[in-house]
């Protein structure tokens, strides 16, 4: 059986529903997460810089420094995303009917 337990992780949008949930079981399984996320800060102990995923030189810069604080990099999880207005935890709306 594999295990999670010193794997080196980049969570994209680590402070979204998602995001939190992803780290939270990360590192509880023992891997060595940092988040990505329009604002820095911290996710439940876990490190979260901040970076616009949209501006390729600004990802790339995050993504070099979180590989570096890392000592490496073993598992990268695409979570960001863009969504409507609601909470992700509402259902989508249904799209408008065509004429």
């Known amino acids: ?3 999670l337990s010193g794997r080196r992780v980049i ?3 680590a402070a979204g529903t998602f995001g939190r949930l992803l780290c939270d079981r990360l590192t509880a399984e023992g891997a060595h997460v940092i988040g990505l996320d329009l604002h820095a800060g911290a996710v439940n102990g876990v490190p979260v810089k901040g970076c616009d995923l ?4 600004a990802a790339a810069s995050a993504v070099a420094q979180a590989v570096t604080d890392l000592g490496g990099l073993d598992l990268l999880i695409n979570n960001a995303g863009v969504g409507g207005p609601a909470p992700a935890e509402y259902a989508p709306a249904r799209p408008p009917a065509s004429r």
């Open 54 to 57: 949209t501006d390729g030189e």
């Open 11 to 13: 969570v994209t949008g």
């Open 1 to 3: 059986m594999r295990t």
